[in-house]
């Protein structure tokens, strides 16, 4: 038995527990069996001394007391109680032959309460109550009488008691410790089987799951527990494979191109013109495979919640000012109209390159996919949520639309709609879920709303700080 083992612990405070109980309880039904043994020879030992008394008062006008305790001895031999008399100057007036080895000590008669007092002595190895109480021996002598009464028989049978609870307590304390084992054993059995199954649950068998008895007991709590975590763990594992493997997808197209193109331009001797047009296409896939393992890293820090957001004060009107300006020459450059409100001043707590590559990012996308001649508008309004504020960035579009198939998944990573993935126009698919990831980022949200063939609206809301010039 492994003797940390909780089963071992349990049953061995279970027997110490027993044990002190056993002890205690034995002792208390001790002391109270004899208690109730004196408290019958004492009552037996005073109804004596009262009819001594009432004996020794019808008898009071015989002037010699001797012939009175001669009497009163024939009386107690006949009812198995011994006794003597000691008068008041100091003589046995009459000794039964047992009591003389009374080991008693010298009591005063006068100095003695008139119901007596009681002692236990032992006379030839047997135990006795003897009862020492002052007698009136006719008018002028007050003699001590000490009654006796053998107790051996009754402190014999406590004796026999005490020593058949003594012989049958470790035996009962077996019995129970080992029915307290086999219970902890049986209670605990769920605990084994909880830990076989957790040690099997790896990497390859995340969907494996903790059986559960129905009880509703704290074990089966504890599966049911175990078992979400592993829920959690399974979703999370699954993400992150899923990124691993969807990162390598998207990373091994534009390394192919950049590797094909160089092959392609070495293969025989070329014009510097055809050089240079090589380059330009390794150039453009470079850049393109930073931005995307920039984007990848980002992602990953954000989940491993090593971000490196700042929170400072920033004017989201100057933000939103400067990515407008940012994409106006690509506006212009697709036949592109970007209309921009004029946004009113307001404040965040923020990070002003996130909150920046956010806006850039929902505007690349209207303008992305926003035929020539189509219009962006961008918007700013300042909108009332309970007791605070929340700045409500609008981008609108009049392009393609998304689908109501795409339209819940646009936001997750790598998500392409289906035709952007055939036509290639789009990145990776990374965008709206790095702007989701800011806009959470931030205390807000973002949300679309969008109809194939007359446009999109990308909604961003973040919460204003009110400071005392503000408000
Ligand atoms: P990508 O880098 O491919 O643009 P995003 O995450 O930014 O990736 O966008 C995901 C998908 O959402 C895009 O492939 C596109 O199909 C769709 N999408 C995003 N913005 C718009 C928009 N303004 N109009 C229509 N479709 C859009």
Redesign the pocket.
Known sequence: MNRRSIRFRLTAWYALILMVTFAAAGAVVWWAIRDSIHSTVDKDLRSRLKAMRTYVEKQSSTPDAEPVAEELAEDAALSGTSFRVLGSDGRWIYQAPETQGWALPNEDASHLPNKGKINTVMTDGKPMRVLSAPVQLGPNQLALAQIGVPVEEYYEMLNGVTWTALLASPLVLLLASAGGYWMSRRALEPVDQITRTAAEIGAYNLSQRLPLRKTGDELDRLSATLNSMFARLEAAFRQITQFTADASHELRTPVAIIRTTAELARSKPRSPEEYRKALDGILTESERTSRLIEDLMLLARADAGADSIVEEPISLAECLRDACAEVGILAEHKGVCLEVSDPPECTIRGDQQAIRRMFL?LLD??I??TPSGGKVGVNLSIERVGSGQSAVVEVR?T????SPD?LPH?FERF???AK?RSRNT????????IARWIAERHGGEVECE?TVESG?V?RVRLPIIIDQFQS
């Open positions: 990012i996308n209207a992305k996919y579009d392009g393609a639309g998304i795409d646009v998500y392409r709609a952007d789009g990145g990776a698919g990374l965008g709206l879920s969008s999109s990308f």
